[in-house]
């Protein structure tokens, strides 16, 4: 279906033609039949979620040459749940600080920008009936909570005929293009997605100052009340070592690639030395586009060029496979996602005899037996980050320290979510499917 609402069906009304923009980055969510005419007079609402940023988006370019297309007013609204997965004060604060830099930076460009509050599927139909828009545009994310919100706001779209596109833009080659299923390992992945790399690692075309919004008043958003909506977990501090918005992530995009490049490909998998590119927290909230750091590190090719190709395989190879993984696998955050022969071991060794078990609890406090371990947590308690090959570790001997794996996987779930600024994503979803295959292979030793 998916395939089918591509291209083809998109209406006339929907299409953008002459331009950088690659229209195979979209696809309709609402029935082809939708829209009011084929003629667009109303607004274009662009509805963030997973791309909080204004540059370097493919979501807000595609938003804009529709608005461009038809000379009508250009609208971006971000809709603020109270709760997400066990996410606390520590990301919600980040990730509103980075709204609030979006806000600005859109006024700029005589952008209004809204935050609504609760559920996209409640508060953006009356919002697009007392705005009259006419189109909607939304980003995409794999996880199950973001594609309930697009399935039940693109039914509530349908009702009053509007239409509702979505872009890929967070991943460089769209993930229902990439691939049609899952992908079993990077290996099979890795070659469909170099085979797109030429066609969709461009140059983003500016957003610019939107000229049909002169009409249109801009008022600023109320933080403090957005604040007081919230219903999170508020003593999870905020970190101090990542400074949120898209102007911080962008400075240490170029400290990575300064400075720590040239050793990614040695040691990224020394936790002692400092090579990594430490973005995930602006990827996950989008702040900072992956393609804007691939397309700048690959500036750095013939200097580094082994660290280059090494980080494009973390980057776009193991991070777009994550999202094949969460879009293609719904039990992506269970022991049932996990392949049938790691679940037919794991069945075989339920009974093997575990030295220690601990509880939620115990863990949480770093109160184990082993001094690594507690370290390990204790940093991610207080720093909201772990080392990717300490997090191997830790994940581990969670799994090896519970009474069964479905116990470790779910604690592993919960103290990601709650702590880890860039937890709540495909990638740590995918980190515990290694996981529990490394776990089997040390369980088939014994
Ligand atoms: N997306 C939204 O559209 N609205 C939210 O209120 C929201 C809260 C939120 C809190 C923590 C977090 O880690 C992510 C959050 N997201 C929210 C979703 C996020 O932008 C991503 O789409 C997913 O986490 C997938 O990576």
Known sequence: AAGAARGAALQESLLIA??????????????????KSSIVKGPVLYWMSRDQRVQDNWGLVYSQELANKHGVPLL???????????????QYSFMMSGLQEVEKELLKLKI???LLLGKAQSCLPPFIAKESVSVVVCDFSPLRVSLGWVKETGAELDKIKVPLVQVDAH??????????????????????????????????????????NSKLTMKSTNWIKAKESLEVDMTVSEVSWATPGTNAGLKVLDDFCTKRLKFFAAQRNDPNKDSL?????????GQV????????????????????SAYIEEAVVRRELADNFCYYNPHYDSI??????????????????????YTQEQFESSSTHDPLWNAAQLQMVQEGKMHGFLRMYWAKKILEWTSSPEEGLRIAIYLNDKYEIDGRDPNGYVGKEIIIIIIMCIFEQL
């Open 76 to 90: 971006v609204a971000f809709t603020l749940v109270p709760k997400f997965l066990d996410a606390t004060w520590r």
């Open 171 to 212: 991943n460089i080659v769209p993930v229902w293009l990439a691939s049609d299923k899952q992908e079993y390992a990077a290996r099979t992945l890795r070659n469909k997605i170099h085979k797109f790399l030429p066609e969709f690692l461009t140059e983003f075309p500016l957003v610019t100052l939107h000229t049909h």
């Open 289 to 308: 586009g992956v393609q804007r750091a691939i397309l700048k590190v690959k500036s750095y090719s013939s200097k580094h060029s082994e660290s280059v």
């Open 336 to 357: 049932s996602g996990a392949a049938q022969w790691a679940q037919d071991t794991l069945k075989a060794h339920k009974k093997d005899k575990r030295e220690y078990i």
């Open 277 to 285: 590119s430490n973005l995930s927290p602006w990827f996950h909230f």
């Open 18 to 35: 002459g331009s950088s923009f690659n229209m195979k980055r979209c696809r309709l969510i609402t029935k082809p039949t939708a829209g």
């Open 112 to 114: 209004p920008f809204h």
